[in-house]
């Protein structure tokens, strides 16, 4: 399909359904913009895709943005079941209910979140402890993980749990998909920074998985892991999809519309440090752009590393320059620190386009992107990825590589 059809295709979706029908709702609209082939371009027909290469899918976006005027963003609606569940689910579900499975992801019928993180494994993910024993049909699972996103209202847990303690750690994981709902799993909420219990530890007791719920098979879950970890990488370091687009561009109306008196010293430098910050934005832009044209189909590789640290590490950039152009307002946080659910947050990230809307969101945004350097991985582990498989540096000295995970010495 040419650029040309596909951008007719999503205007003959608008023609049948579109986001200001009265009474249409994302679900609906999502429904059937996946049905389309529209909602992961690069997916086989009958997945939500057209068996297109995946950059057609920024065309796809970029047309709905033109001639939508709500345009339903993934990473508000489903970013864990968007971002990392649905290719897992492509890659290895089996074919049974998985394309009923991808639609709920993508209409938002279906949250998903990432179980992998406990408390004494998070960089290393695979030296985790929670277990899951076999007993007939079922796996029973006993453990804990920590900072799972949206685990509170989520239907489907991608877990990775250990299955054999006798082989080397990476050797003995399994990968399952957990239904939230089942007895035994209990979430509890982890207040942040912003005010917000974005995130839970979750309790195992018990918990029956059917081992038909299995994705890979036993002993290989480190490989669905890495596949999941590429997809997280890679959705985290997207950057904006238009020029001058994203947090940078909310910095330039901050700073259009600032009342704080400077010199014209100060007001130079501050627009030399925005320009800068611009600068590097478009490169994480184009960069992204590239790397998007050069992967065919598939899943990422470890290059989504590059975008992940480069954005993150922006990003904060970006928010404290918003803050320093609000002057001694930026230090008030009218949002308050009380606990509360995302849901409000959603409101405010695609709220209103007025000064009032932007001023709250650099707060909330310069707390929030304090995240970003941690979630879906440190910027030190990324940048030990890029050296090592990337640049081909020598790899950091790992000496529980060759030791049954039972055996290996901890505090
Ligand atoms: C907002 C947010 C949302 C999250 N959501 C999820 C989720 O949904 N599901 C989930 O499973 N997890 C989630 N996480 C957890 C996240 O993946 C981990 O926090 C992260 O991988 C780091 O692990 P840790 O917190 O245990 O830190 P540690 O691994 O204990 O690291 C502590 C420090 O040591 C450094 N370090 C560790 N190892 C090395 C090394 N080999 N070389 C150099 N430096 C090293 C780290 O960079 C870090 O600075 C989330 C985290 C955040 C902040």
Redesign the pocket.
């Known amino acids: 399909m040419t650029e040309t059809e596909v951008r007719e295709r999503v205007r003959s979706l608008l023609q049948k359904i579109h986001p200001d029908d009265p009474g249409a709702t994302a679900v609906d609209f999502r429904g059937v913009q996946f049905d389309h082939g529209l909602a992961f371009a690069s997916y086989p027909e009958g997945l939500g895709g057209l068996g297109l290469s995946p950059k057609m899918q920024s065309i796809v976006n970029d047309e709905l943005q033109q001639n939508a005027k709500t345009f339903y963003e993934n990473l508000a609606i489903n970013p ?1 079941g968007i971002g990392m569940g649905a290719p897992v689910l492509l890659t290895y579900g089996k074919d049974e209910g998985k394309r009923e499975m991808l639609r709920r992801i993508f209409t938002g019928e279906d949250i998903w ?13 695979a030296g985790l402890s929670s277990r899951a024993v076999r007993n007939g049909d079922d796996w029973v699972v006993n453990g804990q ?7 509170h209202v989520s239907k489907w847990g991608m877990l990775v749990t250990r299955t054999d303690p006798d082989v080397p750690k990476h050797d003995g994981l399994s990968y399952f998909l957990l239904d939230m709902e089942s007895p035994g799993v209990e979430c509890r909420p982890l207040y ?1 920074i912003t005010g917000e219990a ?2 839970n530890e979750v309790f195992l007791n018990d918990v029956r998985i059917p081992h038909s719920r299995m994705l890979g098979e036993e002993g290989q879950g480190w490989r669905v892991a890495i596949t999941t970890l590429m997809n997280e990488r890679s959705a985290l370091g997207g950057g904006a999809s238009r020029k001058g687009g994203g947090p940078v561009s909310l910095l330039l109306k901050l700073l259009q519309e600032s009342k704080v008196s400077r010199s014209k010293v100060e007001q130079a430098l501050l627009e030399d440090r925005i320009t800068r910050l611009y600068i590097r934005a478009e490169m994480l832009r184009l960069t992204t752009l590239r790397a998007r044209a050069t992967q065919r189909s598939g899943n990422p590789g470890p290059e989504g590393s590059v975008g992940k640290v480069a954005q993150s590490e922006l990003y904060q950039q970006v928010w404290e320059t918003c803050i320093d152009v609000l002057g001694e307002d930026g230090l008030i946080y009218e949002l308050g620190y009380e606990l509360r659910r995302p849901g409000d947050i959603t409101s405010l990230r695609s709220g209103n386009d007025d000064d009032e809307t932007r001023r709250l969101q650099a707060k909330y945004q310069l707390l ?1 992107s304090q ?2 350097t ?8 990324m ?2 990825i890029l050296g090592e498989r990337v640049l081909g540096l020598p790899g ?1 000295p790992r000496v529980d590589k060759n030791i049954a995970w039972k055996d290996v010495p901890r505090g």
């Not at 979140?113 to 993910?125: M, W």
């Open positions: 864990i979140c990432q179980l992998f993180s406990e408390p004494s494994a998070g960089s290393d993910v993980k920590v900072w799972t996103t949206l685990a942040q974005e995130f929030r995240a970003n941690i979630e879906g991985g440190t910027s030190e582990i940048r030990n950091e």
